[in-house]
């Protein structure tokens, strides 16, 4: 499609397919709920698996917060370089953060898992936030 049916003032968007800002939109509650379950995690323990993956949330938050602003609101800060710079760089930080946690929870849910449910509320809470938080679908919404 050429740069003549495009929108006045949107020449520099790329064409993206229907949907995509659903995709979007989708990233951007996906990483506020991983957020949410790591931060809860946090309370616990901290460690560096966690605190990585609670990183990437936010930068996944800012990003997509970008990318909508920019979209809807002021199309002259939108830079298809960002966001392609931006998108790759979130699909390794996710890949490696969700790798981590899931490495670094799996011996202990192997391990303890049965003493888990004889366990307080609190620390049930703390493992499978920790498994949900790294076995969210959040890599997937990157492509």
Same mark, same amino acid.
């Given at each position: 499609?050429?740069?003549?049916?495009?929108?006045?003032?949107?020449?520099?968007?790329?064409?993206?397919?229907?949907?995509?800002?659903?995709?979007? @939109?989708?990233? !951007?509650?996906?990483?506020?709920?991983?957020?949410?379950?790591? +931060?809860?995690?946090?309370?616990? !323990?901290?460690?560096?698996?966690?605190?990585?993956? !609670?990183?990437?949330? @936010?930068?996944? @938050?800012?990003?997509?917060?970008?990318?909508?602003?920019?979209?809807?609101?002021?199309?002259?800060?939108?830079?298809?370089? $960002?966001? !392609? +710079?931006?998108?790759?760089?979130?699909?390794?930080?996710?890949?490696?953060?969700?790798?981590?946690?899931? $490495?670094? @929870?799996?011996?202990?849910?192997?391990?303890?898992?049965?003493?888990?449910?004889?366990?307080?509320?609190?620390?049930? $809470?703390?493992?499978?936030?920790? $498994? +949900? +938080?790294?076995?969210?679908?959040?890599?997937?919404?990157?492509?």
């Amino acid at each position: 499609m050429s740069t003549a049916l495009r929108k006045p003032g949107r020449e520099h968007f790329p064409i993206y397919p229907k949907g995509f800002i659903v995709l979007r @939109i989708l990233q !951007l509650v996906v990483a506020v709920i991983v957020l949410g379950l790591v +931060a809860y995690s946090i309370h616990f !323990l901290a460690w560096d698996g966690n605190a990585f993956m !609670l990183a990437v949330a @936010i930068m996944t @938050i800012l990003t997509s917060i970008y990318h909508l602003v920019a979209w809807f609101g002021a199309p002259e800060a939108f830079n298809y370089w $960002a966001v !392609l +710079a931006l998108d790759i760089l979130l699909i390794v930080m996710w890949l490696a953060s969700f790798s981590v946690v899931a $490495a670094h @929870i799996a011996p202990w849910m192997q391990y303890y898992g049965s003493y888990l449910y004889l366990t307080s509320t609190y620390e049930q $809470a703390w493992w499978t936030g920790l $498994a +949900a +938080a790294s076995g969210m679908v959040s890599f997937m919404l990157f492509r």
